[in-house]
């Protein structure tokens, strides 16, 4: 089994949590060397949005590393049977791990993301809505483990659990989702 707290805690400050006591500049070495990570999946993370592509199960196949975390790597894939629901893959070079959220704007999810806030994204899931969901998020899958061999799927059933009093990139949270802090807690821009 994964422990996905040991992951985030060899890259990010745990206040009273874990026991790095090094600098502010220790931090940021630290990041830099998780962007340098990130930067060597870049041809990838290409090759991936391309075969997504030609899937065309999608209406479009959007990359938003620019406007997420840094350290990774997102992209909206709304389908094009019906473009209100879609499915956001989430790529992290800590502990190469690969992750959804499942979207969808015409009903509620019955256990909506909640955002670091508090505040709940009734749109939004960390578990597929439907069966259509579930047998695309598989063929995502599929392609993303024959570009990223030594990824794993992020088992979406630790999601919620929370951490406490984390820096992330200079941001500090109070409490966070496990999927947040891995994966980068931008929720907007889905779908």
Known sequence: ?????????????????????????????RIEELLVKKKKLIEGWELLLEELKQTNQFLRVKDMGPVTEQYCYKAILPFKLDPREGIILHLSPIGNLFGFNYSNYSIEAPLPVKDYNGQSHNYLSYYPFSAEHENIAQ?????????????????????????????????????????????????????
């Open 1 to 29: 089994m994964i422990n996905y707290f040991d992951l985030l805690a060899e890259w990010f400050e745990f206040k009273g949590l874990n026991n790095h006591s090094g600098s502010y500049s220790d931090w940021n070495q």
């Open 139 to 191: 063929q995502v899958k599929n392609i993303i483990i024959k570009n990223f061999r030594d990824f794993r799927h992020f088992d979406s059933l630790d999601a919620n659990l929370p951490c406490y009093n984390i820096t992330i990139e200079g941001n500090q949270y109070k409490k966070i989702d496990l999927f947040q802090a891995l994966f980068g807690a931008n929720l907007y821009g889905m779908i």
